[in-house]
């Protein structure tokens, strides 16, 4: 899995069997989650998952065992702005 986040989009990359990429634009995330299962407290990672305006499908657009205080930092990064830019659907 890999993950890149520029100015303008975010794109997510994964899958074993079949690749498959995951491509948003920063002015369309609605939402942001970070998710911390047992095994991730246990490892110290982090799931960030991102919300988007008339996002359906699988899969969705998560970055995955993230390093707790990456994800935490993408996540205040992302948060800050999306709290500046206007929703455009």
């Known amino acids: 899995m890999g993950y890149s986040i520029d100015a303008q989009r975010v794109a997510v990359r994964g899958g074993w069997w079949n690749r498959w990429w995951r491509i948003a634009e920063l002015d369309k995330l609605q939402a ?42 993408l996540l205040d990064q992302l948060g800050a702005e999306l709290a500046r830019r206007k929703l455009r659907w």
Not at 35 to 42: E, I, Q, T
């Open 32 to 73: 942001l989650r970070l998710d911390r299962s047992p095994l991730d407290r246990a490892f110290g990672t982090a799931t960030l998952t991102l919300d988007t305006a008339g996002a359906f499908g699988a899969p969705p657009l998560q970055l995955r065992l993230l390093e707790e205080t990456r994800a935490r930092e």
